[in-house]
């Protein structure tokens, strides 16, 4: 069953902090990505990490090998512990996070198949696979799958094996976290966790279906 991860995508560093203190003790890891750091600076990631709990960034980084290790290497100094990638720039691309997080000790993660309905005009079905199939070459830790097509999931863990599969979509985009728990290794959830009345009880209720 999986780790539980929010997507703390809110857009200050005061609600930042006052989610991730709620919610932290059920809490695997955080993800942040651009909506807080644009708002609140990379910089959040060193307030956030006295939390204990490790960051992982979701920047979907997609450039050349060179410009991808640029900023997998802003991101490993600035104390996350794993980055997302793009795979359609190519494995060198992908290649170039992966190296960037074994030389800092942490994780890079590839999307393979997103979660939202927009997913199915190019980044799903044989593309997905393909996708998978080369976040394993180039050494990756995982890939990102979507909670909201279980099936597809099953279809990406026949390629990948125990490599982890990270997976957004639970909550407010339909998941069913009963349904996608089995199937993965960490669940991402955002916006049911930090909109929510009481954070600290709505990750809780998330939190029955980790290990
Ligand atoms: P919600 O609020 O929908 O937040 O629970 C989901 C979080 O996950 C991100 N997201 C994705 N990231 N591939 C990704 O790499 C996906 O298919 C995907 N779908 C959602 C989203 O940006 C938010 O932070």
């Known amino acids: 069953?999986?780790?539980?991860?929010?997507?703390?995508?809110?857009?200050?560093?005061?609600?930042?902090?006052?989610?991730?203190?709620?919610?932290?003790?059920?809490?695997d890891a955080i993800k942040i990505g651009y909506p807080l750091v644009l708002a609140a600076g990379l910089d959040i990631a060193a307030p956030l990490s006295e939390f204990g709990i490790p960051l992982i960034a979701d920047f979907k980084v997609a450039d050349i090998p060179n410009t991808n290790s640029l900023i997998a290497q802003q991101v490993f100094a600035a104390g996350f512990f794993a980055i997302i990638c793009q795979g359609f720039c190519g494995s060198d691309s992908v290649a170039a996070c992966v190296e960037a997080a074994d030389d800092a000790g942490g994780e890079c993660y590839v999307v393979a198949e997103m979660s939202h309905p927009g997913a199915l005009e190019f980044l799903s079905g044989k593309n997905a696979e393909l996708l998978a199939q080369m976040a394993v070459d180039a050494g990756a830790h995982g890939i990102i799958a979507p909670a909201t097509r279980p099936e597809r999931v099953q279809t990406l863990r026949a390629i990948i094996g125990d490599k982890k599969i990270l997976s957004p979509?639970?909550?407010?985009?339909?998941?069913?976290?009963?349904?996608?728990?089995?199937?993965?290794?960490?669940?991402?959830?955002g916006r049911s966790i930090y909109t929510a009345e009481d954070?600290?009880?709505?990750?809780?209720t998330y939190a029955r279906f980790r290990r």
């Open 1 to 27: 069953m999986p780790d539980l991860i929010l997507a703390l995508d809110v857009l200050s560093r005061e609600e930042a902090l006052s989610v991730a203190e709620a919610a932290a003790p059920h809490l």
């Open 169 to 189: 979509g639970v909550g407010a985009q339909g998941g069913d976290p009963e349904t996608i728990a089995p199937l993965i290794d960490g669940m991402i959830v």
């Open 199 to 204: 954070p600290a009880e709505a990750a809780r």
